[in-house]
Each structure stands twice: as structure tokens, then as C-alpha cells.
């Protein structure tokens, strides 16, 4: 077997990815987008029909210009998602606008919004996620949000004090960052060479993996970001991985033994993480700079692709309406 197909042995393999040929090809279990991959995909002409069909429905809407390419964004989303369904057997996470990062109740509701859109293309709520922001508002709208049956993906998720306040919030699922974690420290360390084993991002998500199997939590692990393919096989036995379409392809063509890293059964970390509530949480947060940055950086970047996915959905709009 490849190293792709050893993987799937021991871990969900989850693509990272709202280009439909590239999920058919490596035949994941879930897949996750966000508002870069959705923005990628818009340019693709695969999906100019699906754009069309999203600026017709979104035309047929009651609401002012503003809303109204919010509200296509979300539609385009969700109809990526849709597609996304039909090929896998799982689940597809859908991200909240990260605008709302800050805003709890704005989160909620946007996120029931993005339901209502899959629940009237005929999905049901088991086979969707919803990606917030792993900030104290979108895990405290998670909470809110899995009290309601609906289960949640918290991502951007770069330090322990964020994923234990994601699983006590109940969550479906966190993402931890690995690639991010490793970009800042090498920033900080330019003349470092890091290797897989201590590759700072590798050792974050092993660490919460670990406190998560000693101490019961349910919520579901998941890798994310990776730059090579060595971090992806330094976690494998995690409990999911999203991968790139092009880390999938490196890892579907690599020959060789991928051994296990990761075990139920692991010896739990030396120091486990405790907070007592915000105050504790937004101090911990402080205190990490990597984490503190990386959160920021990456809402920022989110904000910035979901703003120009906006963009060339409303030059569409307005192109769909004068025709």
C-alpha cells in the first residue's frame, strides 16, 4: 500500500479542498472548505453554472445590495457543500463568516442560516459541520449551537487553553493548526531546522490529542494546515487529518512503511492544561504570543478572501440582473 492508503488505515482522511475533481480522486471521508477555498473554487469555470444558479436565487431575495452579496456567499457555500456531498460518505464543514468571529449571537445565527440552506437542498444536519473561529465568542456559539443539534468544527485553533475550551463547550470537533504554528516559529528562528518529530505544530496537536484520550473528551481531533508531507505522517493514528489536494497526491505516490505515532492508549502530557472560565481563557491566550498572533492572522485572512469572494459574487449579481 502507499502511504495515503496506510493512513486511511489508522486515520479519517478529510480533504482540504472545494475543488470537486480533487475529492473524487482521493476519495476522502469528509471534506472542509473555507472562505480561500471557496474563493479558489469561484474561479474555476466548473462552477460558473453553479454562480449562476446561486445570483438567480440570491435576485429573488427581498434585501438591500450588502446583504444581499453576504447572503450569495453563504448561498455559494452551501451549494459548493452540496456538490461536496454527493461524492463522500461523511461530512462537509462549512465555515461562519469570520466578521462574526467576535459577535456570538451574529455567529448563531448565521451559522442556523447555513443549515437552513442545506437542510432545503435535502441535508440533514448529521452530515454537516460548522467551522467557527476558535475565539471565546465562536466557542461559546458553538455551545449554544451543539445544545441545538447542530455540531460544530473550531478552527484556527492554535493552543491547548482553545481546544480544552472547545471539548468542555461540547464541540463536535477541533482543528488545530500545524503548518501556522511551525510558520511563526520559524519566523522567530530563521536559522532552525526543524525536523518532523520537533516540528512545534506536530508536538501542539499531539499534546491536545493526548490530554483529549486521557481525559475522556469526545470531541474529535483533527489535524490541520500542514507544509509537508513528514507532519502529516508524524500524526498519523490521529483521529482525523484534512489534507491539500497536492499533500494527498505526494502521499498517494510515496512508497515505504508509515508507522503509527498516535494511540488511544497514549501516556496523557506532563502538564495538562485547566482554565476557570473567560477571564482565565483570554489570560492564557495573552500569554501565548504564537497563538494570540496566529488567531488574529489567520480571521484576517479570512475576512480579507471573503470579502473579495463578495466582490466577484456581486459583480456577477449585478451582471445576472442587467441581463
Avoid at 480533487?22 to 469528509?30: E, F, M, R, T
Avoid at 461562519?96 to 448565521?110: K, Q
Wanted: hydrophobic share 45%; proline share 4%.
Amino acid at each position: 500500500m502507499n502511504k495515503l492508503e496506510q493512513l486511511k488505515k489508522m486515520t479519517d482522511v478529510v480533504a482540504d479542498s472545494g475543488d470537486i475533481d480533487s475529492i473524487v480522486a482521493y476519495q476522502p471521508l469528509d471534506a472542509t472548505t473555507n472562505p480561500s477555498l471557496l474563493l479558489k473554487a469561484a474561479h474555476l469555470a466548473r462552477y460558473d453554472a453553479l454562480i449562476d444558479d446561486v445570483c438567480d436565487w440570491t435576485l429573488g431575495q427581498s434585501t438591500d445590495r450588502a446583504s444581499r452579496t453576504a447572503l450569495a456567499a453563504d448561498r455559494f457555500a452551501v451549494a459548493v457543500g452540496n456538490e461536496i456531498l454527493d461524492i463522500i460518505p461523511g461530512r462537509i464543514s462549512t465555515e461562519v463568516d469570520a466578521r462574526l468571529s467576535f459577535d456570538t449571537g451574529a455567529s448563531i445565527e448565521r451559522a442556523r442560516r447555513l443549515v437552513t440552506f442545506y437542510e432545503e437542498f435535502g441535508r440533514g444536519r448529521e452530515r454537516l459541520l460548522i467551522k467557527l473561529a476558535s475565539t471565546w465568542e465562536g466557542i461559546e456559539a458553538a455551545r449554544v449551537l451543539e445544545a441545538d443539534g447542530i455540531q460544530c468544527n473550531l478552527t484556527l485553533l492554535f493552543s491547548d487553553v482553545q481546544a480544552v475550551a472547545a471539548a468542555e463547550a461540547g464541540a463536535f470537533l477541533i482543528s488545530p493548526f500545524v503548518g501556522r504554528i511551525l510558520d511563526w516559529y520559524r519566523g522567530k528562528e530563521p536559522d532552525r531546522q526543524f525536523t518532523a518529530e520537533d516540528d512545534p505544530g506536530v508536538v501542539s496537536v499531539r499534546t491536545i490529542y493526548r490530554l483529549f484520550k486521557n481525559r475522556g473528551y469526545p470531541t474529535v481531533v483533527m489535524g490541520a494546515s500542514f507544509r509537508n508531507a513528514g507532519e502529516i505522517e508524524a500524526l498519523a493514528g490521529c483521529d482525523r487529518l484534512t489534507i491539500s489536494p497536492a499533500l494527498l497526491d505526494e502521499l498517494a505516490n510515496s512508497g515505504g512503511e508509515l508507522p503509527r505515532q498516535l494511540s488511544p492508549d497514549d501516556a496523557p502530557p506532563a502538564d495538562p492544561c485547566r482554565f476557570t472560565g473567560e477571564a482565565d481563557f483570554r489570560l492564557q491566550m495573552n500569554a501565548n504570543a504564537m497563538a494570540t498572533e496566529k488567531l488574529a492572522e489567520g480571521i484576517r485572512g479570512f475576512v480579507a478572501d471573503q470579502v473579495r469572494l463578495e466582490a466577484l459574487l456581486d459583480a456577477r449579481l449585478e451582471a445576472r440582473q442587467a441581463a
